[in-house]
């Protein structure tokens, strides 16, 4: 189940499934979406990033969504792997200028 | 490419006392961030600078945070007096630049904060 605050919503999938985190943005003006990826102890490392005039973008395994009308973005993790377990966090740009950051979502491999 | 550094990893205080936090930016990146994660939570910007100018440090608290970067590289972030609500981890990032739209960032390993 999800919870808010000090526990973050979890995530659960075998390895080899595919995985889809979903975020929802506040700001209808926001340009610009990064994802990122922040394992224990460590900075959130950059996963993938899309401007407000795309729908889709595809990278290595991972592909970032992006609705506008109801401001959700999804990041969907293809034949999740063991090293994929993490916290993903959505980032909006703040008109142009730095990014405000979504509360996380924990991804959580099951061998 | 050296990443963003960030000394110490770990830092322990008791509240009311004072701590200072490094970090030095990827080389050429003219724009950092500091930023506090609190456990549980995202990042949220505690101050950014372009170069060694302020251009939006309006989360920071003032009453007991500072931050300078008097040579546009290197960064350091202070508490005086911390407070228990202060343990957090405190991550640096860096950019390339501002002004031309929201610039991807890189992260360092971030400082471990515990107030006691």
């Known amino acids: 189940g999800e919870s808010v605050g000090l526990h973050l919503p979890t995530l659960s999938v075998q390895e080899g499934d595919n995985s889809i985190i979903n975020c929802a943005y506040s700001?209808?003006?926001?340009?610009?979406f990064i994802w990122y990826k922040q394992e224990s102890g460590k900075g959130p490392q950059f996963i993938i990033d899309?401007?407000?005039?795309?729908d889709k973008r595809q990278g290595q395994r991972v592909t970032v969504l992006l609705n506008k009308t109801v401001k959700h973005l999804s990041l969907q993790i293809a034949a999740t792997q063991p090293g994929d377990s993490a916290v993903y966090f959505c980032?909006?740009?703040?008109?142009?200028?730095?990014?405000?950051f979504g509360p996380g979502t924990r991804l959580s491999v099951l061998p | 490419e050296a990443g963003v550094a960030q000394s110490p990893r770990y830092k322990i205080i008791e509240k009311r006392q004072s701590v200072a936090f490094w970090c030095n930016p990827i080389s050429g990146h003219a724009t950092l961030y500091w930023y506090q994660q609190i456990l549980g939570q995202g990042p949220k910007l505690l101050i950014q600078f372009q170069n060694n100018g302020v251009v939006d440090d309006s989360q920071l608290p003032k009453d007991r945070f500072s931050a300078e970067r008097l040579k546009g590289v290197d960064s350091t972030l202070k508490i005086q007096p911390a407070k228990l609500e202060d343990s957090a981890v405190y991550l640096c990032a860096s950019s390339l630049e501002w002004g031309q739209g929201a610039e991807t960032q890189y992260f360092g390993p971030g400082t471990r904060l515990l107030v006691l």
């Open positions: 700001n209808s003006a926001s340009d610009y």
């Open positions: 899309i401007r407000s005039n795309m």
């Open positions: 980032a909006e740009d703040n008109y142009g200028q730095n990014f405000v």
